[in-house]
């Protein structure tokens, strides 16, 4: 049983209540008054698992929050309050320092507020808790992708993955990949500027191509990529030339960038969206009626995303 059966099978409870959306997104959203939804998500880093031994605090600290900002941009949601569960394997006070120093740098940048948490003892892991709001049934959801929509994904993909891979071969990655991998920046502006635009919309954190499966499964639809349309950064482009291996960017993990589809009407629209946030939007292919995702580009190898089981 894999992590989506086991979540499926043992914990997708909410059941039909009109004013919740439980699991399976990004975020659940629940319904607070008649104009507004609060979109939650937790998020937890453990060491080992989603940081080598050696991260900084400040980096941990950064990756922590943004990888649940990340979530709420998924939905569009703006960011409100988070909580912050730590687990320490001991007192160290100018690690303590720099986590918090850099926690608050990120959190005053994106107007979130700390409202509480849990302190204990033990192997070192992160759990941040996030809560954002957005206008009622305007939410970015997994399930409403259409047939004719185009998908587009935002920035580069594949640098963190890289960077991760380069640290497994001994091999020293760039500065830029290694912030890309320890400090992801989420793209909370852009998925509030997709609200109303965009179809549907995840975010990249488990790799392109099993994100995406996520958005075809719950909207019922099928995708066609273009590889050659899939934005890369320079040294992932070398990357590919020299291994002819194209895994690392369709099923690397901890992008943080958004894939998200757009019904061909409001296209025009997302030119203005990339120059006032000064970001890259890439159109990487099609929603289609069949099933699964057809690659065009001639790699026709299965590559695996990470799974914790
Ligand atoms: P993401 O990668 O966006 O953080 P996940 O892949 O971790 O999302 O989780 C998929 C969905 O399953 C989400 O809607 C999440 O809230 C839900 N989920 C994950 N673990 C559990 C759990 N133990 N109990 C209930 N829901 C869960
Ligand atoms: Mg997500």
Request: negative net charge.
């Amino acid at each position: 049983m894999n992590e989506f059966e086991l979540i499926e099978k043992y914990f997708n409870w909410t059941g039909s209540s009109p004013d919740v959306i439980g699991v399976g997104d990004d975020c659940a959203l629940i319904t607070i008054d008649s104009n507004s939804q609060l979109a939650t998500s937790v998020d937890t880093l453990i060491e080992g698992v989603h940081f080598p031994k050696n991260t900084s605090a400040a980096d941990i600290a950064h990756k922590a929050l943004a990888v649940n900002l990340s979530d709420l941009a998924a939905m569009g949601a703006t960011p409100e309050y988070f909580t912050l569960a730590l687990t320490l394997p001991e007192f160290d006070e100018s690690w303590l320092k720099e986590f918090s120093n850099a926690l608050k740098t990120l959190a005053n940048q994106y107007n979130i507020t700390l409202v509480g948490g849990d302190t204990t003892k033990g192997q070192l892991s992160i759990s941040i808790n996030v809560t954002g709001v957005v206008k009622k049934n305007k939410a970015l959801l997994r399930s409403s992708a259409q047939v004719g929509d185009v998908i587009f994904v935002s920035n580069t993909i594949g640098d963190a993955a890289l960077a991760l891979w380069k640290i497994q071969q001994n091999i020293k990655p760039s500065e830029q990949l290694l912030s890309q991998f320890n400090r992801p920046d989420p793209q909370v502006q852009l998925g509030c500027a997709l609200v109303g635009i965009a179809n549907a919309c995840i975010d990249i954190s488990d790799g392109l191509e099993q994100d995406l499966t996520h958005i075809l499964k719950r909207s019922n639809v099928g995708a066609r990529i273009n590889l050659s349309d899939i934005p890369l950064g320079i040294e992932m482009q070398t990357h590919i030339e020299k291994s002819q291996d194209w895994c690392l960017a369709l099923a690397g993990g901890d992008d943080y960038e958004l894939c998200f589809s757009v019904a061909p009407e409001n296209l025009s629209k997302l030119k203005k969206i990339e120059e006032d946030l000064d970001i890259k939007l890439s159109a990487i292919g099609l929603i289609t009626q069949d099933e699964g995702i057809e690659r065009m580009g001639g790699f026709d190898k299965k590559c695996l995303s990470y799974q914790h089981f």
